[in-house]
Nanobody
């Protein structure tokens, strides 16, 4: 059974940092992308960042550029999201997502087949 398990969320003050982890079990994503999305209650799930597993190419939403860094560890089959200079508007549930194959895009939640359970990130002002 394929699973994505997130960890690393929590409460942090504005300006602080958190690192989210997403451990994949049951398969590798060597031919596809993995991404991070976030969702605030009552709003649509929003793209944050993605990485192409084979090349390591990274992509970011404008809100994340310059503050967040997505990376992967092949040996651990794990993707990370380092979040620095956090702002209260970054408060959300963060989800890790994986594609069964690369669909040619990475910015829409509809392009991902597998999802983690989510981890809460709360940034206080």
């Amino acid at each position: 059974q394929v699973q994505l398990v997130e960890s690393g969320g929590g409460l942090v003050q504005a300006g602080g940092s958190l690192r989210l982890s997403c451990a994949a079990s049951g398969r590798t994503f060597s031919n596809s992308a993995m991404g991070w999305f976030r969702q605030v209650s009552g709003k649509e799930r929003e793209f944050v960042a993605a990485i192409l597993w084979s090349s390591g190419a990274t992509y970011y939403a404008d809100s994340a550029k310059g503050r967040f860094t997505i990376s992967r560890d092949n040996a651990k089959n794990t993707v990370y999201l380092q979040m620095d200079s956090l702002k209260p508007e970054d408060t959300a549930v963060y989800y890790c997502a994986g594609q069964n194959r690369y669909y040619g895009g990475i910015g829409s939640s509809r392009l991902y087949d597998l999802w983690g359970q989510g981890t809460q990130v709360t940034v206080s002002s």
